[in-house]
């Protein structure tokens, strides 16, 4: 991997924020949040997310961030040997009966970023580019 071809699948992507009250998929935010609609596009293909980020952030999201962080929850999903383990590394409360609807959303979550980044909206080879790319971000 190359920063250059790194840069280069940065650059291939567009991206148009859009800010917004509430994230659609009711995640919690802290006061102060600030919510957006994501649209990402690139060779003919789109997609479209929630995306939030913390009341320190004073500009909107930059594509280099968004990307990030999806590459992020792609490579949560990837390391984690299943869905309880996903909660435990993640420190996800439990009921009593050892479930945690909170942890399992997220899991889902990461695990449908992970199928649209890696193999989709880039080829697996791409995503390995960004991981690397990403890797001290």
């Known amino acids: 991997m190359t920063k250059i071809e790194f840069n280069e699948i940065i650059s291939s992507v567009s991206i148009k924020s859009t ?49 990030w962080s999806l590459v992020c929850d792609a490579q949560c999903y990837a390391n984690a040997r299943n869905e309880s383990d996903f909660i435990d590394e993640f420190g996800y409360e439990r009921d009593e009966y050892g479930v945690s609807d909170a942890g399992r959303k997220a899991y889902r979550a990461c695990k449908a970023t992970h199928a649209r980044i890696n193999g989709d909206f880039f080829t697996r080879a791409e995503f390995r580019i960004l991981e690397n790319g990403y890797q001290d971000y």
Not at 21 to 43: E, F, P, T, V
Request: proline content about 4%.
């Open 19 to 67: 800010r917004v009250a509430d994230r659609s998929d009711g995640a919690s935010w802290g006061r102060g949040a600030s919510h957006y609609k994501i649209l990402l596009k690139r060779n003919g293909k789109q997609w479209t997310f929630p995306y939030s980020m913390g009341s320190a952030h004073k500009t909107g999201p930059k594509k280099k961030d968004v990307l």
